[in-house]
Every structure is written in C-alpha cells, then in structure tokens.
C-alpha cells in the first residue's frame, strides 16, 4: 500500500475530494498551510499598482493500495490548481506495517490481506433459511471450485445450485408420486 500526501490549492479541495470518492477513495487528512511561498501577482485599483499575493494551500493525506496510487496521483495532479512551475508536490510514501491501536498487533503484507479477503455474497432479500442454504451452497462451491469445473463442467455458482436443484429434484418427484415409499434423508447431506 501506499501513503500519498500532497500541496493543492485549497479552493480545489472540493473538486479532488469529490473525484477520489467517485472511485471509492478517501481522503485520511486535510490540513491548511499558513506560510505559502507559491504567489501570484495582483493588481489594485491604482493604474500600476501591482503586488504579490500568497496562494493558500492545503496538505492531504491518503492511504491507497499499489493499484489504485498512480491513478490517485494523476487526479491530484491534473486538479490540484497549481501549474508545472509552482512548487506543487505529490510525496509517495510505501506502507510497511498498521498498528491496532487497541491490541498493539501489527499487520503487515497490507496488498496481500486485502486481496485475498473475498466479499460476502449480498443475499439480504432472501429468507434467513434459504440464505443460510445459499451461503453453505456458496462455500462448497469455492472448496471445490477446481474440480467442479474440471470435472463436472460447472464454471459459475449459478450452474452450481442449478446443478444441486436439478440432480435432486428427480428424487423429490418420485418421492411425492410414491409418498408411502421411504427414501434416505437427503436433506441432511446438503
């Protein structure tokens, strides 16, 4: 992972902030500095009358994986307001470990947690029983994801519970035409 901080112009602030939350990034720190050396000259009211004026400008800080940082880094630079001449900086930093502040444990290989971590399949809309069939569905498929698709031609979940759906309903068929034969308790086995 990377830390990015960098000077913008304050009054972009909004336009970056608004461009990184678009893409789901954002911004850990803002903070305004008060002795800026970028100016720019400003005329008054008096014919030749010219002066320089102090650009005010922030310092903001993110922190952002290795894949997403130079396309951080470009939004910044493209909306950071200064020009290619001003003292406009973007400071790129590489994060080594994170501390919980509570347990003290540090954790380190930050790129690789965060990849191997997969998001829980949304099945909010579904009944407590049918999502608990769904999910225990969903982690027998990933167990077994090589050898479904390998040897039994399964390439997607869906194919999976239609495969699991269709194999057992022959069964249940029978089963309702014929209610006076016992069969094994298949249910368990699911």
Not at 10 to 17: C, H, K
Not at 38 to 57: C, D, E, N, Q, Y
Not at 120 to 133: D, E, F
Request: hydrophobic letters at 35%.
């Amino acid at each position: 992972m990377k830390k990015i901080e960098a000077i913008i112009k304050r009054a972009n602030f909004p336009i970056i902030s608004g461009e990184l939350e678009r893409i789901g990034i954002t911004i850990i720190d803002r903070r305004n500095l008060e002795d800026s050396k970028i100016s720019k000259p400003r005329s008054g009211s008096r014919a030749g009358f010219t002066s320089l004026m102090a650009v005010p400008l922030s310092k903001v800080e993110l922190v952002v994986s290795d894949k997403q940082a130079r396309k951080v880094v470009e939004i910044i630079s493209k909306k950071s307001g200064l020009s290619s001449d001003s003292e406009g900086k973007i400071f790129i930093s590489e994060m080594t470990e994170v501390v919980d502040m509570q347990t003290m444990e540090g954790k380190k290989d930050l790129e690789e947690s965060t990849s191997e971590r997969k998001e829980k399949s949304k099945r909010s809309r579904l009944i407590p029983l049918q999502k608990y069939t769904l999910l225990k569905l969903e982690k027998i498929y990933e167990e077994n994801a090589e050898l479904l698709k390998t040897d039994y031609r399964i390439r997607s979940f869906s194919d999976f519970v239609n495969f699991c759906i269709m194999g057992y309903l022959p069964t249940l068929e029978k089963q309702l035409k014929h209610p006076t034969i016992i069969y094994n308790d298949k249910f368990g086995q699911i």
